[in-house]
């Protein structure tokens, strides 16, 4: 069955350290997106990218990085940069970037301990 | 504020109720999608839409572009439709952009 998965689900780092998470989808997808996700507020988008080797920063990418090196997989470091890096990130793709119908992983729990 | 509001934050009902979960938004949107994130965290769509009413088992979703405002209603509820609800509205500006309400965090009890 087609889908996106994350990984890994939960995940504890130490402050400074840097940390990848992984997305791969199997839907032939164009475009990909991460989002972040903190009680009591929507998501919030933090990079995106609508074909192979090209990304946009989103709404809150201080301190994240990504890449696009293959249409299936678009991973997320969070950098040492990040002054609260302890959320939910989502991954999500969908055929184009806009109005079009949303496909989401099931997720990666980030603590900073 | 918000551009998009969703209410209300928090909902317990008994089973059987019928359930209304609203959503207002103050921008220009090309399409409005409700969005179901079960306790794991993982989020799955339940509906697109633009305009008029969709139907899918005994979720109901409906818009008024006029008004501004979506509903999400789920007839007959069970305890399995305990989920968090999320409502988000692809707005037009320039280029389109998700704009994602706070969620409501529904609880059926048996």
């Known amino acids: 069955d087609g889908g996106i998965t994350q990984s890994p689900k939960y995940l504890f780092r130490k402050e400074g350290q840097n940390v990848t998470l992984s997305c791969e989808q199997n839907l032939n997808h164009d475009a990909m997106y991460w989002y972040r996700q903190d009680p009591g507020q929507g998501l919030r988008l933090i990079y995106y990218?609508?074909?192979?080797?090209?990304?946009q920063k989103g709404d809150i990418a201080e301190g994240y990085s990504v890449s696009r090196e293959k249409k299936e997989s678009f991973p997320l470091t969070v950098t040492s940069a990040q002054k609260n890096p302890t959320a939910f990130y989502l991954c999500?793709?969908?055929?184009?970037?806009?109005?079009?119908?949303?496909?989401f992983g099931e997720g990666s729990r980030l603590t900073v301990l | 504020k918000n551009e998009v509001e969703q209410s209300p934050q928090n909902l317990t009902a008994q089973e059987g109720e019928f359930i209304t979960i609203n959503c207002s938004y103050s921008v220009g949107i090309s399409a409005l999608h409700w969005l179901q994130q079960h306790p794991g965290g993982g989020i799955v769509s339940l509906f697109m839409?633009?305009?008029g009413k969709k139907k899918h088992g005994r979720l109901i979703a409906t818009i008024n572009i006029q008004e501004k405002h979506s509903s999400l209603h789920i007839t007959a509820s069970h305890p399995r439709d305990s989920a968090v609800y999320i409502c988000?509205?692809?707005?037009?500006?320039?280029?389109?952009?998700?704009?994602f309400g706070q969620g409501t965090r529904l609880t059926i009890n048996p």
């Open positions: 988000a509205a692809s707005i037009i500006q320039g280029a389109q952009k998700l704009v």
């Open positions: 839409l633009s305009s």
């Open positions: 990218s609508q074909i192979v080797n090209d990304f």
């Open positions: 999500a793709s969908s055929i184009q970037r806009g109005r079009r119908e949303l496909f």
